[in-house]
């Protein structure tokens, strides 16, 4: 019965996620589903009256395009499709931020990204599919490297810096994508790629609130043309 429950539960994040990308409305994912205004309401009000059923979950799933069994998969799941896509979370979190635009950390998942899985696995050689995340740019910080308004695909499975390199960096709450070179004191160096952002110096005494979500693998652009 919990299992169910749970089920349930991600069915209803999964249609919330759906309602989003296609249409904004639940009018407009009903008119798709072919299905009455007052059924999706009861799926998918803020107090559901309905559960989403195998049935109906499997006709989302076929009328939008997902793979099968994509709407029982928790939102923060990569998910392997069987058509040779790999989907990905886009976490609602902006890094690449110079001093001046510090977002606040926020976890919940803002949309999906599907891609071929043969081109992440010839970029990704080594890194197992389920540790990928993507983490979007929010300025030019990181320049030329991250362009502003690209993503970057990260390897979340690394959480230490065990090399010099590009890394998603939480410190103190607050979000960035930086190089990352170590220093023989114990501390390291946050640099912007982009020369007009001076290094920021973290000592070792403060690298207790300093902590590693992933390590940034490549660039993907997303700006619109």
Do not use: W
């Not at 599919?129 to 910080?141: F, G, K, N, P």
């Not at 090399?163 to 004191?185: F, H, L, M, T």
């Not at 403060?206 to 940034?216: D, H, I, T």
Request: aromatic share 6%.
């Amino acid at each position: 019965e919990n299992q169910m429950a749970t089920i349930y539960q991600t069915r209803y994040a999964r249609m919330q996620e759906i309602i989003r990308k296609h249409g904004g409305t639940k009018a407009a994912v009903a008119e798709k589903l072919e299905i009455t205004r007052q059924y999706m309401q009861a799926l998918a009000s803020d107090k559901p009256t309905k559960n989403i059923g195998n049935k109906i979950a499997r006709h989302v799933e076929r009328t939008f395009g997902y793979p099968i069994g994509y709407m029982d998969q928790p939102l923060d799941t990569v998910i392997d499709g069987d058509d040779g896509t790999i989907t990905i979370p886009v976490l609602d979190v902006r890094g690449s931020l110079g001093p001046s635009a510090i977002l606040s950390e926020t976890t919940s998942i803002i949309s999906l990204l599907r891609l071929q899985k043969a081109f992440l696995m010839d970029r990704t050689r080594g890194v197992s599919t389920s540790s990928l995340r993507l983490h979007q740019v929010a300025d030019d910080s990181m320049a030329p490297t991250f362009m502003e308004g690209s993503a970057v695909i990260v390897d979340k499975s690394v959480c230490e810096i065990n090399a010099d390199g590009v890394y998603v960096i939480d410190r103190g709450g607050e979000i960035y994508i930086k190089r990352i070179q170590r220093k023989p004191s114990g501390g390291v160096l946050m640099i912007s790629d982009n020369t007009k952002f001076l290094p920021q110096v973290i000592e070792a005494h403060e690298m207790a609130s300093f902590n590693v979500l992933g390590r940034a693998l490549f660039e993907l652009t997303l700006r619109k043309v």
